[in-house]
């Protein structure tokens, strides 16, 4: 008889929460895993430990909050993935605690955010969201004043790690200058021109995008000080995780 170390992929149970896309199952299914449940809403409190009652496996995204009593309480938890960049919604300590290793997928929504900052530019320096209300409310503004073109506009970027190196290539291609600052040494993309501190890159920018992680140095990062450091017109510009 073969001897058997590990419990059979047949008889492992997970439990995709969060809407994960069905392509998910569909590959847990073609490397063997046949007992995937999927949920299209993220579960708290009660609801959260019974589901995960017997569960191995669970995928979650950012809204299902996997604190110390959800991990303590779960009976046969042995892998969380996260199937987003940040991990702050796991009890990262508590799943250490519990020999529960936590992955995830640090660049599914790098150039999804990218893609995003540069339609909120063009839209901003266009002034749209505040033409649109007025189309809504029967209004019908010809004039361009105050409604820019992004193309020889400077956009500081502050945090030029995944998400903001791919939006400095972006911006160059739509014709904007970029600058950023990192407290890390980064080689630039195209033209991009580092600065020294914050401060000097508030002064320059037409655009400021933040795209840092949220740790004890960049919790209000900006405060009136940084914002009176802006151009006077200027956009601000907050896509990294908020809370
Ligand atoms: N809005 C969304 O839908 C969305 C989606 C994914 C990620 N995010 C968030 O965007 C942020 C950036 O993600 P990423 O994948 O580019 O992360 P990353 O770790 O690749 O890059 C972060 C960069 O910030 C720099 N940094 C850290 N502290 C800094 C400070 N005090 N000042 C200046 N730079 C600093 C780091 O050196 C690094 O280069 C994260 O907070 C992430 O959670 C938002």
Known sequence: MEASFSLPKDRIRILLLEGIHESAAQHLAAQGYRQVTRVKTALEGEALTEALKGVHMVGIRSRTQLTAPVIEAADRLMAIGCFCIGTNQVDLN???????????????????????????????????PSRSEQCHAGGWDKSAVNAWEVRGKTLGIVGYGSIGSQLSVLAEAFGLRVIYYDTMDKLPHGNATPVATLQDLLGQSDIVSLHVPQTDETRNMIGEAEIRAMKPNSILLNNARGR
């Open 94 to 128: 508590a799943a250490r605690m519990a020999g529960i290793p936590v992955f995830n997928a640090p660049f599914s929504n790098t150039r999804s955010v990218a893609e995003l900052v540069m339609g909120e530019i063009v839209m901003l320096l266009r002034r749209i």
